[in-house]
């Protein structure tokens, strides 16, 4: 038989027998018995010293070429070994992946704080300071400084909690602002979040204690209109486009002129609703110029400076934003209720 | 404040309708809460006749009427009313009339007689017996006076009117009236206030002077008192429109005089009071402060005893009257009263207001006085009052007037400029517009080119701070709709949130994201609450700051510590069935012993956590808070013994630089118990105002290590009471500076290692930052830190 013939055999049967094997070490045999040391095709190289010279190249090339087809066909077969084993092991591996497993657990900020965060960074976009101040405060500034004079109604006990004749739990975060203007110059931008006290008892819509933020502008020449621009910003940052603001004629001591501030019910859009009892509107806010005698007993000269200042109630406008109908859950620390916030 | 339409109507056009009205009123600075048609149920009862009325005879209390309603054929109802009678003018229910409560009238049978409609009772109508004497006697309504059959039964008995609720805004009490508010009414439509022409017309004898003489002796408290007499006084009942008109304001009628007195507070805001003049002791009214435990009983019945200093109008010998709140029972108007004194004067706001409460007496009257009654216009309110004695005929208007007024005010006057007043409102409002609108609010006004010289109307004691509250009088009638939208101009400011709120935000971002919930609490606390922490009698948060007017003893101190109302917080949960939660509260605590400059208490932000729940233990919190801290730059080194109401064996401090900036640990049992609480639970406590004094900022990075690192583990047995923290940290300093990282892994008891000997398991690493470190260089730092184990905690390489 000639050498091309026993090669050709060879790989006949390397073809029978790599379709047989199903592991390395059958594939490794088969690799030894063929191209290892002693193996058949090392022989057939052996074999050549009794070719005559002439024939031993084509001889030699012959062995060569088979040498690399046979390696590259265990190899092939090693790959297809090795997928094999990887897609069994996959198959192996594979999980139910629709089966439940426990969230880690969800924290959240309290609901008025998420609103509270909202508004400053508003605010704060627009140049304004957070400036934070005592709860406990002087009737000075809670009350004195905010032109509500000694025997007014609002500082009836009824209203206000005392803690002696000049001490009170604030009664709204309005005393920052006497307090700013006092030791600064204008401009004054500045907005002063926080805890506020009425002597309410707590009921659905009413709480002891509560939220609010106040802003505060003194500048020259500052207007009711900037004042209507700067709350337009805000009704349209925080509540979405479309959101506007629309001014009613109010009273505050501190504030001349003074207005209650509706915002476009972001329920309906302002086409009425039973959030807005139809109205279209959501009374949010209290605002104003700063009153000149504010101004004067804050050391700020009324004829060159003016000033605009408002108060958001925080928690009214959580409750509205979440549809809380009980204010005192807010201030319950059920996880059930808090847990729904994000 | 009710008021009815048709009141307002007498003085100021409304040609609109009520919600256009409303909204109108709203815009100009009138709040309204909202508004009732009265007799809004009522559709289709009208005047008829009984013209025949005989028994039906299947029944031994119903009648078969024929009744004429103005149309061709009589209608045929039964009626069961035990006082129908033929010749009667009655309401009638029609097929398909609609009455108050939802019910509709139709034809049908009763007992086998047809019956086309109803006989109504005033109740049924839902008409009160304000409105229509005796309405509501047993039956049906019989009318007394003639009226058209077929006529809407509706006007007669004023259920044709809409009551508008206005809601006046503190500072305009002059709206608190009819005037005020048909003035308003007239600015906001554009049409015409016309206040009635007052003529008083005196028939009673001689001068008041030979009737009563009044005194005021406490003219602080009484700045202005304006008295007259009315004599042979006819009492009796109000005619109907006045009734009508009280009605819908909400008050009741109850005579002819009252009435008047009330009437004219409703349409003037100025409180009246009428005085039995035989049952004032000399006929000598004296204005005074009462004297301490001097004694009234009141119209309503009801018996006080009066402090020294409230005001009093006394007789000669007492008290007659509660001074602007309510009159006394034995000087009140009667059936046989034959001399009235009518009052009209001006009361103390803050007087009255410390008086109504202390006594608890609240009327219309005290309302008024204590929002500020005006002390220009009272004179005006007395003549209305004694026109309508005339006009009713109910009494002979004495000649002479009281008026006892030592300072008089002058007219204010205020100036301005047109240019400020308009640049304040933002909105271009021209100078000859500023001055219609102020004229429309019936201010004097003189213009000069820009400036204005502006009289104030007699009835508004609101313009005080002059320019500016012209601005807001110019505006609200040129319209707040007209206010345009501009952003701040002029020089920036940098903005931002404060340190404080940076910190506090942070702190949140991380518990939110450990999974902790934020509560909020009341900043005022029982002082039993604290007493449960059972905390040691100098600890200084038992001293919490008490609030002189408290809603309740449960929230009567500002809180020294947010540990008690966590622990509250937790038990709720507990109780409510939540398996776990994790919460934080973050708030400001009260220290009323050591002062601000300013002689406040001091204000401190404090944390706390708490947790519970099946995967929660010490470690557990105990890594939240390291995490937290470490997160803001803290390194803390975790000490035994905590608060003394925690578990004594599972407390523990986080300690940084020598301060305690975490106290944390296990609710103890006891404290449990108090709390009412069902499982055990954990809580930690930090202090933010020191944690913001303690950060540090991040800094720089460490340069990437270059060189290989060698890890090397250790097992270490030793007595079980020793504290692998303080190990951990004697091991770690003795590695030197080639040691970059040093843990404990894991922890193991067997009877094998002895009794009280535990096994724990350390995992070392070294590196050097110039050079791969050789086998004798670790070798030596390993026996070093094995030295510090043995020599200071007797822990030994496990044989």
């Known amino acids: 038989m000639g050498m091309r013939e026993t090669i050709d055999q060879m790989r006949q049967m390397m073809s029978q027998e790599l379709e047989k094997v199903c592991d390395k070490q059958t594939l490794e045999a088969l690799r030894v018995r063929v191209l290892g040391k002693k193996g058949e095709l090392t022989a057939l190289l052996r074999g050549m010293g009794q070719l005559s010279p002439e024939e031993r190249p084509a001889a030699g090339q012959l062995i060569n070429d088979a040498r690399e087809k046979f390696t590259a066909m265990l190899e092939a077969r090693q790959d297809a070994l090795r997928a094999m084993e990887r897609a069994t092991a996959l198959q192996r591996e594979n999980i139910d992946v629709t089966e439940p497993a426990p969230l880690p657990p969800a924290g959240s900020a309290h609901p008025v704080n998420i609103v509270m965060r909202e508004m400053v960074d508003c605010f704060t976009g627009m140049g304004f300071e957070v400036v934070e101040g005592p709860e406990i405060e002087l009737d000075h500034y809670n009350f004195e400084l905010m032109n509500i004079p000694k025997n007014h109604p609002a500082r009836d006990a009824q209203d206000t909690f005392y803690i002696d004749d000049n001490i009170v739990l604030r009664t709204h975060t309005s005393p920052m602002q006497a307090r700013t203007m006092l030791t600064r110059k204008p401009p004054i931008r500045i907005i002063c979040p926080g805890r506020v006290f009425r002597s309410d008892e707590a009921d659905a819509t009413h709480s002891p204690v509560f939220h609010q933020m106040e802003g505060l502008v003194v500048d020259r020449d500052v207007t009711m209109a900037d004042l209507r621009g700067t709350l337009n910003a805000f009704a349209e940052r925080v509540y979405g486009k479309g959101i506007t603001t629309r001014f009613r004629p109010s009273f505050f001591p501190f504030t001349e002129p003074s207005t209650e501030v509706d915002l476009t019910c972001s329920a309906c859009h302002g086409k009425g609703c039973r959030v807005c009892k139809g109205t279209g509107w959501i009374e949010v806010l209290g605002a104003g110029m700063v009153n000149p005698r504010v101004l004067e007993m804050c050391g700020i000269d009324s004829t060159v400076y003016s000033g605009f200042a408002f108060g958001i109630g925080l928690d009214r406008i959580a409750m509205m934003r979440y549809a809380v109908p009980d204010l005192r859950l807010m201030y319950e620390g059920d996880a059930r209720f808090l847990g729904q916030f994000r | 404040m009710k008021i009815p339409m048709k009141w307002i109507r007498e003085y100021a056009g409304i040609p609109v309708d009520a919600e256009t009205y409303m909204n109108k009123m709203i815009m100009i600075g009138d709040g309204v809460e909202g508004y009732e048609r009265l007799g809004a149920e009522v559709e289709g009862v009208v005047v008829g006749r009984v013209l025949t009325c005989d028994p039906h005879p299947n029944s031994d209390h119903l009648h078969i009427c024929k009744v004429d309603v103005g149309e061709a054929e009589p209608l045929q109802i039964v009626c069961g009313a035990p006082n129908v009678a033929a010749g009667q003018l009655v309401p009638v229910a029609k097929n398909g009339a609609h009455l108050p409560g939802g019910v509709t009238i139709k034809k049908g049978k009763l007992r086998g007689e047809v019956s086309e409609g109803m006989i109504c009772s005033g109740e049924e109508l839902g008409c009160p017996p304000e409105l229509y004497p005796n309405i509501w006697e047993k039956g049906i309504l019989v009318f007394n006076e003639d009226y058209p059959l077929g006529a809407d039964v509706r006007p007669i008995l004023g259920l044709d009117d809409t009551v508008m609720d206005f809601e006046v805004l503190a500072n305009r009490p002059d709206c608190l009236s009819v005037w005020g508010i048909a003035r308003e009414t007239a600015v906001a439509l554009g049409t015409e206030f016309k206040k009635p022409e007052i003529t008083v017309t005196e028939t009673g004898k001689g001068d008041i002077s030979d009737y009563v003489r009044v005194e005021v002796r406490d003219t602080d408290l009484c700045p202005r008192y304006v008295a007259r007499v009315i004599d042979n006084v006819r009492v009796g009942p109000s005619p109907k429109w006045l009734r009508e008109y009280l009605y819908g304001a909400g008050m009741r009628s109850i005579n002819n005089v009252v009435d008047i007195t009330n009437f004219v507070m409703l349409e003037t805001g100025h409180p009246m009071h009428a005085f039995d003049l035989d049952k004032v002791e000399g006929h000598h009214i004296i204005v005074r402060r009462a004297k301490e435990g001097e004694f009234i009983t009141t119209l309503d019945g009801k018996a006080h005893t009066m402090q020294a200093g409230q005001l009093a109008i006394c007789d000669a010998a007492k008290p007659s009257c509660v001074a602007g709140i309510m009159g006394g029972e034995e000087s009140e108007i009667t059936g046989s009263t034959r001399q009235v004194m009518f009052e009209c004067a001006v009361f103390d706001y803050a007087a009255t207001r410390l008086t109504s409460r202390a006594l608890g007496i609240r009327t219309e009257s005290s309302g008024r006085f204590e929002k500020g009654v005006n002390i220009r216009t009272p004179l005006e309110a007395m003549q209305r009052a004694c026109q309508l004695i005339h006009d009713l005929d109910a009494g002979d208007v004495v000649p002479g007037i009281i008026d006892l007024y030592p300072n008089p005010v002058p007219d204010q006057v205020v100036t301005g400029s047109c240019a400020r007043i308009a640049r304040r409102t933002g909105v271009d409002i021209p100078p000859e517009e500023i001055v219609r609108i102020l004229e429309q609010l019936h201010f004097g006004v003189r213009r000069d080119g820009d400036s204005l010289t502006v ?345």
């Not at chain 2, 509250?469 to 009638?477: F, G, P, T």
């Not at chain 2, 007017?549 to 069935?577: C, F, K, Q, Y």
């Not at chain 2, 940084?656 to 049992?669: A, K, M, Q, R, Y």
Request: contains cysteine.
């Open chain 2, 455 to 799: 009289t104030v109307p007699d009835f508004r004691q609101d313009i005080t701070v002059g320019e500016a509250d012209l601005s807001e009088e110019a505006l609200r009638v040129y319209g707040y709709d007209e206010i345009p939208g501009t952003l701040l101009r002029g020089e920036t400011t940098p903005g931002g949130r404060s340190e404080r709120m940076r910190l506090r935000d942070q702190v949140t971002d991380l518990l939110t994201g450990m999974g902790f919930l934020e509560i909020m609490n009341y900043s005022f606390v029982s002082p039993k609450a604290i007493e449960k922490l059972g905390l040691p009698a100098d600890d200084p948060r038992l001293n919490q700051l008490p609030i002189r007017n408290p809603l309740g003893e449960d929230t009567s101190v500002m809180r020294s510590t947010l540990v008690p109302d966590m622990l509250r917080t937790l038990a709720l949960n507990m109780n409510h069935g939540n398996e776990a939660v994790r919460l934080f509260e973050a708030s400001t605590v009260y220290d009323p012993a050591h002062r601000t400059a300013e002689n406040l208490p001091t204000e401190t932000q404090k944390l706390v956590l708490g947790a519970y729940g099946k995967a929660e233990n010490f470690f557990t919190l105990r890594a939240v808070a390291e995490r937290l801290l470490r997160q803001l730059g803290i390194e803390v080194t975790v000490e035994r013994d905590g608060a003394p109401y925690l578990h004594p064996g599972r407390t523990a401090r986080l300690v940084s630089g020598g301060e305690t900036v975490c106290l944390i640990g296990e609710v103890h049992p006891e404290v449990r118990d108090r709390f009412e609480m069902s499982a055990r639970a954990l809580i930690a406590e930090l202090d933010l105002d020191q944690i913001r004094r303690l950060r540090t900022p991040m800094g720089v990075v460490k340069p990437m290590p270059r060189y290989p690192s060698v890890s090397r583990d250790l097992s270490l047995v030793m007595d079980e009471r020793t504290e692998v923290g303080p190990l951990l940290r004697d091991m770690a300093a003795a590695g030197g500076a080639i040691l970059e990282d040093a843990r404990m892994f894991d922890v193991y008891r067997s009877p094998i290692l002895g009794p009280d000997r535990k096994s724990v398991a350390f995992s070392f690493v070294f590196r050097a930052p110039d050079r791969t470190l050789t086998e004798a260089e670790i070798g030596k730092a390993m026996e070093k830190l094995l030295k510090a184990a043995e020599e200071k905690h007797g822990a030994v390489i496990r044989a």
